[in-house]
């Protein structure tokens, strides 16, 4: 089941809650990202920006900021200030990947070039920063700056543990912290602080957000493998075709024999694969099971995202939040 194939959808119940909230985000964005001296920032951002996102994780800063009573102005800046951050990692990933398809439409460095990408994306990063030093909290600024950082950390981690067998799941949980749950952590956390709440729920938050994001990379992960390319927009196997050693495989690799594991090393590490390895990597992730052992573990991730909103006030937008932990999953049930 596709997250728009789902009998209920919590993001856009989300939406519509916050509708007032993601008008000023999204005419913040345009605003920001517009340049007078060089046209092609704003049509490279624009491109990504208005591709048809859910804007889950501003949406995350609005939620954790309204549900603890914060009345603004600053959740907003905030929010697209996590925006931001995300469009920049995607323009740089998409590089890094040599991506040619992004929600299913053709990335930018396609349609422009690596080097539009990758300083289109540095300037985002820098008016993510412009946009947090507004608000004039040294506390928001040091949370989202450590993001940046850790997301930048788990991707150089990931070009070293990829194609690597030796990569085990704590590696995995690594750089998925890294690249994905820092940023919804982040996203999260800020909109306590923002709110003044006890450091308790501070904590909280945070923590949601760091589950929640585990549980969404695993599903993403897992999608590649079990999804349907016309709600994913990608392909079956692009992972495996890019030889990204992601949880599904690793699994298949610790349970592998001798000959399994020489499959795995000639086709993630030494990057030699042939018709019908795709098939049969399928196949040998069905002998051990690991998808439905990857889905499981997406599971308690969602739990646990769950379980940390109990320190939160109880409104329809703490609802709204565990509702959404358990949608993250049902993409693959």
């Avoid at 889950?56 to 931001?84: N, S």
């Avoid at 069905?286 to 499981?296: F, I, N, P, S, W």
């Avoid at 573990?297 to 959404?324: F, S």
């Amino acid at each position: 089941m596709s997250l728009d194939q789902a009998a209920t959808k919590p993001h856009e119940r989300l939406s519509a809650d916050l509708v007032d909230e993601m008008t000023a985000v999204n005419a913040l964005i345009r605003d920001r990202m517009a340049s007078e001296h060089a046209p092609r920032i704003p049509e490279v951002t624009a491109h990504l920006v208005e591709a048809g996102g859910k804007r889950l994780r501003p949406m995350l800063t609005l939620a954790a900021a309204k549900m603890c009573g914060y009345g603004g102005p600053y959740h907003v800046h905030l929010a697209a200030t996590v925006e931001f951050i995300h469009t920049a990692t995607l323009l740089h990933d998409d590089v890094v990947d040599e991506s040619d398809k992004r929600r299913g439409r053709p990335t930018a460095n396609l349609l422009w070039d690596n080097t539009s990408s990758v300083l289109v994306g540095d300037y985002l990063f820098a008016r993510s920063f412009q946009l947090m030093v507004e608000t004039g909290s040294l506390r928001v600024l040091d949370i989202l700056a450590n993001a940046a950082a850790t997301i930048a950390e788990g991707e150089v981690l990931q070009l070293t543990a990829a194609r690597d067998l030796a990569t085990d799941e704590g590696v995995y949980l690594k750089v998925v912290r890294g690249k994905t749950a820092a940023l919804f952590s982040a996203a999260t956390q800020v909109g306590g602080v923002i709110a003044e709440v006890a450091e308790d729920q501070v904590q909280a938050l945070y923590d949601y957000g760091d589950a929640l994001g585990v549980s969404f990379q695993i599903v993403d992960d897992l999608l590649d493998y079990a999804g349907d390319p016309s709600a994913t927009g990608k392909n079956l196997g692009d992972d495996f075709r890019e030889r990204k050693l992601t949880l599904p495989v690793i699994k298949a690799v610790a349970l592998a024999d001798a000959e399994e594991r020489a499959f795995w090393a000639r086709t993630i590490e030494k990057g030699d694969q042939r018709d019908g390895d795709l098939e049969h990597a399928m196949a040998l992730m069905a002998k051990h099971d690991t998808l439905e052992a990857t889905r499981q573990d997406a599971l308690a991730w969602a739990g646990k995202a769950k379980a940390a909103m109990a320190k939160l006030p109880e409104t329809e937008l703490r609802m709204m939040l565990l509702d959404l932990a358990d949608y993250v999953v049902a993409r693959v049930s």
